[in-house]
């Protein structure tokens, strides 16, 4: 009964919060994982370098396949806290999402890793080639938006 | 105890992200959108 007067009270903290404090608590969240990660396993997360070592054999089998289903099981988990797991619907249809998909995963190993791997943990860790890294992506990624969004004839 | 860690941190890393508001693709545009949708 303890339990689920938290798991309501939690509940009700997180609808009353401001946008910005939820984003900001996310960030706390991301952070810790960062650091336990590093802190007990001696190991970076990366998202795509995590899948992709796992793909490529390279060894760490079992933490891998954890991670996984652990960043698989939070939106479940979330979706049984509030209702409502987080993740947006694709905008776009399937045959796209895969050639985006094939698109990111060229483009991590090419960079040597990914939004998470660069943009959240590399910052956070002050590497310069992650800080690199992420300024072309962002800025790619604008441009990208530009174009599709706004030039006339171009996209949706 | 390594693969517990691994997989609470994973559930951290996604919550964090949700939370956030990582998994909006709106979001995400919305904040790539300079010129505003």
């Known amino acids: ?156 | 105890m390594k693969t517990w860690m691994a997989l609470l941190v994973g559930v951290l890393s996604s919550l964090g992200l949700s939370l956030g508001g990582m998994t909006q693709p709106a979001v995400v545009l919305g904040f790539l959108d300079l010129a505003g949708a």
């Open chain 1, 1 to 156: 009964m303890v339990y689920m007067q938290i798991i309501e009270y939690m509940n009700i903290l997180v609808i009353l919060m401001h946008p910005w404090l939820l984003s900001a608590a996310g960030g706390v969240l991301i952070g810790l994982s960062a650091v336990l990660l590093m802190g007990v396993l001696g190991r970076i997360a990366g998202i795509s370098g995590i899948a992709s070592g796992l793909v490529a054999g390279t060894g760490g089998r079992g933490w891998r396949i954890a991670f996984i289903v652990g960043l698989v099981a939070g939106p479940w988990l979330r979706l049984w806290w509030q209702g409502d797991s987080g993740i947006g619907a694709p905008r776009v249809s399937w045959p796209w999402l895969a050639l985006a998909g094939l698109l990111v995963g060229f483009g991590t190993r090419l960079g040597g890793g990914c939004t998470s791997g660069h943009g959240v943990y590399g910052i956070a860790r002050l590497s310069p080639r992650s800080l690199l890294a992420t300024v072309v992506f962002v800025l790619t990624g604008m441009v990208t938006v530009l174009v599709v969004r706004h030039l006339p004839g171009v996209g949706a």
